[in-house]
């Protein structure tokens, strides 16, 4: 039987000196494994292999359902290339006749036992089949461990079959037992306070038990940087009261991390990056970061301190400092921002962040110059989820942002700022993969030449229209020198192919603009190069802008990070 669980692979090669006639898909799938297994050299003319080989065939055969085959050996070839040819007649496959499958114990009002017997569990009139047979009592088994009922059994787990009359009956009775529930929760080791800890439970104790929880568990445990190494345990399911006592060790994380990094991209060219991260400054789980990323166009500085309210991972406070120096295109500018920042998890899985932001800007683009100082109360929302990995199969990213600004407090100009992002990656195939991005944004009440460039629209790059250089794409003042804009929207289809492995060859499209009163779209076509690095995906595109004299169409894009 343990055979047929290779049946979902690729079919195993036949055996080099046997030769079959007269089966195909399934069924002869399941007799080359069975003969794959037989040394590579035989005695073919000796009565004693032949049997053995029909004998295989034969019980190859019954654990799909073939219980009256008719085999016939026959030696074909030249003496020195030899082979046994097997010229197989099936006859017709057993069907089920009856089939009870009862769950018994507190499991048989269970909604997940019903939906998987309902599923996965053998049907009257379905093709006799043992590995089937197997699958459900395996999946009935697992599936109680992972709901808490351990002292789960099969009182009856019968297949039996008529071959004369073509008919298999199956009849399984399984009892479940008792559900356990989750005990008390200890922690061992923690410099956070209990109260906080106890906000990460995805449990409480006396619900019924899952271990999905405990993984749930030691993800948030993990997701807070707080620890180093984290290790949950449960008892042993062997008190009469069916309570789980859950232990969780943990050992504090390095209270100051240092990272150091080089990179390149084609936007910004070579990069360094420091970072600085204090994971937990006191026992209430308060934590402290900052970042230094260095190349020739930007220099940023940033800091943020971060601390939770009672429900740790899902509402937390936020205070974030910045200074930016941008030299890039029509652009100079020095950005200096504050934000005080409140974050929630909302149930639908959406995070919502309410800020206050202060923003000092100087700045000089292209003929406009000037200084801006604004207070910008804002609100977005975003959601993001994937499949997990380098380069998952699936992924979703939604974002909306708003921010308003208004001299009633003491900015000095007025006007409502939309930004929103939204992308989705999906699989036809494990080797066929898409991604769509869409990208937009407008500046409403405000002249544009009132606002710093960094609240300004411009396209262009890796992550925009790609077959222009970064940030080229905007509205130009008298002097030919990019102005920015008041309106973005930019779009991206893009299709993969795994070439092998971890490599993928890509091609997409880009198209879009930013403008102000009139769009003009600029198109990019190109070929890429994908590799799903340990450190996220690596991407190296060609791109041709459609919409650029020729002499300057081509461009070449690099860039590392997430693809969304």
Known sequence: MLILT??????????????????????????????????AKNNLGSRRFQNKVIEDVKLAARAVGYYR???????????????????????????????????????????????????VG???????????????????????????YFQAKFVKQELSVAPRLLQGFIHIQFDSGPRYHFGEVAFEGSQIRNERLRSLLPFKPGEPYLSSQLGELNQRLAESNWFRSIDVTVDEPENSEQQLAVTVKVEPQIRNTVETGVGYSTDLGPRVKLNWN????????????????????????????????KNVSNDFYKLNFGIKNKDLEDTRSQEYNTALERHWLLADDWYRTVSLR??????????????????????????SWDSGGSMPSEASRYLINTEVSDPIWGSDSSFVRIRSRVGWIGSISEDH?????????????????????????????????????????SPVDADNNLLGARYLATAALEYQYRVSGNWWAAA???????????????????LGVRWASPVGPIRIDVAWGLDLPSNQALQLHFSLGPEL
């Open 69 to 119: 085959m008719n085999i016939e050996p026959s030696l074909v070839g030249k003496a020195n290339k030899q082979k046994l040819r097997l010229t197989i007649k099936p006859g017709e496959a057993l069907r089920l006749k009856s089939v009870k499958v009862e769950i018994l114990g507190e499991a048989s009002t269970d909604a997940e036992f019903i939906q998987l017997v309902k599923k």
């Open 433 to 473: 993969r898409y991604l769509v991005r869409f990208d937009a944004g407008a500046i409403l009440r405000e002249t544009l030449t009132e606002l710093p460039p960094s609240l300004r629209f411009f396209a262009g790059g890796d992550n925009s229209i790609r077959g222009y250089s970064y940030e080229s794409i």
């Open 508 to 526: 997409f499209f880009d198209a879009g603009s930013a403008w102000n009163d009139k769009a003009e779209i600029y198109r990019g076509v190109g």
């Open 122 to 148: 053998p049907k009257v009139n379905h093709r006799v089949h043992h590995g089937r047979y197997e699958e459900i009592k395996n999946q009935l088994n697992s599936l109680a461990l992972r709901r808490g």
């Open 6 to 39: 290779l049946l979902a692979a690729s079919a195993a090669a036949a055996h080099p000196q046997i030769e079959l006639k007269g089966v195909s898909g399934s069924l002869a799938q399941n007799i080359e494994l069975y003969l794959d297994r037989l040394p």
């Open 278 to 309: 204090k994971p937990w400054l006191n026992d209430r789980g308060h934590s402290f970061n900052s970042k230094m990323a260095l190349s020739g166009p930007e220099q940023t500085v940033e800091a943020g301190y971060k601390w939770p309210k």
């Open 358 to 383: 202060w923003l000092y800007e100087d700045y000089k683009q292209g003929l406009d110059s000037g200084s801006a100082n604004l207070i910008m109360p804002g609100i977005s929302f975003s959601r």
